[in-house]
């Protein structure tokens, strides 16, 4: 094992001309099942780091907690893969609100979109922060260049939480939800204030990837690929400056452009 992220595999490899045996870095997989309050809640399947912040921040994302401070205690069972959650004020699961599910770590469908606590938790944006063309570009060029595990393993996504001046706090997972999880969680557990921040992303702005920034407080979205049209139409909803395909000096900027310095 080279750390929690990514493991060593003997592989053979053809090159176009002839088979090679190597050395190939694989990203690690593993599923966490996380306890609220004595019952099941959920099943992630994640990269195995930083599991705290995960936990916290996908009860956060959830509308479980609004603060770290509500909750009593986080025990983690790394070999098992269980995350046992105590909150100050006890809770019986809504199975009606939160059912039992499994979250996957593919590009593929996600979870459904509109459940109750996505109305109740994705927050209306009224920042009025605003960044550059070049901003934008620098934002973009600093998560790609701290992506030493995709560089590696090219099986993981990336997120940073920012300001206009640079990179706050990144994380890594197989998972691009799971990546904004964490940032959420780190930011809860440190008490970071979320005022005009800027979430760089290395993957698709699908609408769960949108709901996740506004859950955070995110008013500026940046990535590297394409948007959905359902997460375009809750970005023009929720307030939030959509931009992506940001390669080589240049984007597309989506919704709320005002947010665009430059842009009338």
Known sequence: MLDEIMTSQHIVKYNGDSFIEQEDDIAVESALTIILDGEEFATIVCSPSEIQELVVGFLASEGIIRVFQEIQSIQVDDEKGFAYVDLVKKQSVQ???????????????????????????????????????????????????????????????????CTKEGIVIKRTDIGRHNALDKLFGYCLIHRIPLKDKIIAFSGRISSEVLLKAAKIGA????????????????????GITAIG????????????????????
């Not at 009606?96 to 209306?124: L, M, P, W």
């Not at 990535?223 to 929720?238: I, Q, R």
């Open 245 to 264: 395909f940001i390669r080589e000096g240049g984007f597309n900027v989506y919704t709320h452009q005002e947010r665009i310095q430059g842009l009338d």
């Open 95 to 161: 199975k009606e609100f939160h059912s039992k599910r499994f979250i996957g770590s593919c590009c593929g469908k996600g979870r459904q979109f509109y459940f109750y606590n996505d109305v109740k938790t994705a927050k209306t944006i009224r920042s009025k922060l605003t960044i550059t063309p070049h901003q934008c570009s620098i934002l973009m060029k600093q998560l790609q260049e701290s992506s030493a595990h995709f560089r590696k393993t090219g099986g993981v996504h990336n997120a940073a939480l």
């Open 219 to 238: 008013s500026i979205i940046l990535s590297k690929s394409a948007p959905t049209n359902l997460a375009l139409d809750l970005a023009e909803e929720l």
